[in-house]
């Protein structure tokens, strides 16, 4: 019988997928409980801030850029409408459903600003200044997309 390329051992000790899971659950827990006297999670944040950026929000240029499937967006986004925070923008077409802040979620978005900075400041105590230059550098990779060869 061979002995497969990597251990258990190794697997369970240095798996990125794994370790990165991990650090996303902690970070964002931290986000959360900044969050979480505005009734905010920081997923929600994220559609907020990009419906203030877009003006009017098409589901697929949110999808894409948050990278979200469109079942977990239009989840969200129905729960926030229900909130008040975001509102259907009519089109001719009716089947895209963009969408865009309204005055409370554009209010909401303003008392969450300071949340964000603390808990953002917190994750940076967490993860160290080194590690946030690297996940810039590979975010900005993995948006370009593959290297060609």
Request: charged share 25%.
């Amino acid at each position: 019988m061979t002995k497969p390329a990597a251990t258990i051992e190794e697997i369970a000790a240095s798996c990125v997928a794994k370790q990165l899971r991990l650090l996303n659950r902690v970070v964002t827990n931290i986000y959360d409980d900044a969050l979480r006297p505005l009734d905010l999670k920081v997923s929600q944040m994220n559609i907020l801030v990009a419906a203030a950026m877009m003006g009017t929000a098409r589901p697929v240029e949110v999808c894409e850029h948050l990278h979200l499937d469109v079942s977990t967006l239009s989840r969200n986004v129905e729960r926030m409408k229900a909130r008040g925070w975001l509102e259907v923008v009519p089109e001719e077409d009716g089947r895209s459903q963009p969408f865009r802040l309204t005055s409370q979620g554009r209010e909401l978005l303003d008392k969450a600003i300071p949340a964000w900075s603390e808990a953002q400041q917190q994750v940076r105590r967490v993860v160290g200044d080194g590690f946030l230059e690297q996940l810039n550098r590979a975010v900005k990779r993995v948006k370009k997309g593959p290297a060609p060869g």
